[in-house]
């Protein structure tokens, strides 16, 4: 079964109304990120290592590869008839495709998570969101909604094979990139978290400045014998947390007060995948998916992962 098939299934039980529209959005995501694996796949012999001496609107320099999977799915989305518009990290403003108004649909993505390890060969992802565009609505305004109200969400994490994860809000589903037939096949067909993991994850440097409750929290899981793993690379970090179980965080920082990962393209996304997986996402305080966003590029603290690691933290 291959993620078109999957997708084409899923709309006719979930979507009758969706006339295909739905399933070529999703065919646009899988084109796009098909394109990035290839280029990543060949990094050190095409030219797409190193930054391009520019910074996006996060304050960030621009990786090559990050530039180029944002034009890949801008250019794989940009033409698809129900899109309304796009919001990338690497854009500061939404991107507005169909001013007709006859646009169903907003894509929301992270065009390339983990930009820090591209040039090491350690795992990068993508992540994208899907939203209709509420009626009458425009701009910023349209796409600023809670995550509970995601039509999908899901990534792709380029490992040691390319994995499509995706959810319409009916469970949870993995495909793996077939190189030979250039198809994504399934080969997760109900991904479930465990309720409890053994492992924590979480950037250790940042450990003082962290608020003294989740100080407390990580000390507790080195006493049950909880082992650390850390790739610096979201989705991937994530994608373990699906598989194994245990707990992602980013805190609140001295650098970042109000969390270093952004709402809309990261923390929305996963939180909807995790709680369709059975496990659960909250800012610390409440869950991530109730959250009114206030701008496209909002950032948030994020604590993921198994229900019994999470609950731990908000009985503490
Ligand atoms: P991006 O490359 O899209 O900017 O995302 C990087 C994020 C995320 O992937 C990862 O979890 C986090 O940055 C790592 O941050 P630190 O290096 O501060 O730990
Ligand atoms: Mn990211
Ligand atoms: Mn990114």
């Known amino acids: 079964m291959t993620v078109q098939q999957h997708i084409l299934q899923q709309q006719e039980d979930l979507f009758p109304e969706a006339r295909g529209r739905f399933s070529s959005l999703l065919s646009g995501i899988t084109l796009a990120t098909k394109m990035i694996q290839a280029k990543i796949r060949r990094a050190g012999l095409a030219d ?9 609107v996060q304050g960030e320099t621009q990786q090559k590869l990050d530039v180029y999977a944002n034009q890949a799915l801008l250019d794989c989305l940009g033409t698809r008839e129900s899109v309304a518009m796009l919001v990338s990290e690497e854009n500061a403003e939404a991107v507005v495709i169909d001013r007709s108004g006859e646009g169903k649909y907003i894509i929301v993505f992270d065009p390339l998570d983990g930009s820090s390890n591209i040039d090491v060969n350690v795992s990068v992802g993508t992540i994208f969101s899907i939203l209709r565009r509420p009626d009458g609505a425009q701009g910023d305004a349209a796409v600023l909604q809670p995550g509970w ?11 040691s094979s ?16 077939e190189p030979e037939i250039g198809a994504y096949v399934l080969s997760y067909p109900n991904m479930r978290m465990p309720d409890q993991g053994t492992y924590y994850s979480v950037n250790e440097a940042n450990a003082d400045s962290f608020p003294e409750s989740y100080q407390r929290y990580l000390g507790e899981l080195r006493r049950r014998r909880y082992s650390s793993r850390y790739i610096g690379s979201l989705v991937a970090d994530f994608h373990r947390t699906l598989l194994k179980g245990g707990v992602f965080l980013y805190p609140p920082t001295a650098t970042n007060p109000s969390g270093k990962l952004r709402l809309l393209y990261e923390a929305n996304p996963l939180a909807f995948l995790a709680e369709q997986a059975g496990g659960l996402a909250t800012n610390g305080r409440g869950r991530i998916l109730d959250v ?16 019994s690691e999470v609950e731990l933290l908000a009985s503490m």
Request: no cysteine; hydrophobic share 45%.
């Open 162 to 177: 390319s994995i499509f994860v995706y959810t319409a809000g009916q469970g949870v589903f993995g495909f793996t990139l």
């Open 149 to 159: 109200k995601q039509v999908a969400a899901g990534y792709v994490v380029y490992g």
């Open 292 to 307: 009114a966003p206030a701008s496209i590029h909002q950032r948030t603290s994020l604590v993921l992962g198994s229900r």
């Open 48 to 56: 797409i290592i190193g930054s391009v001496g520019a910074t996006n």
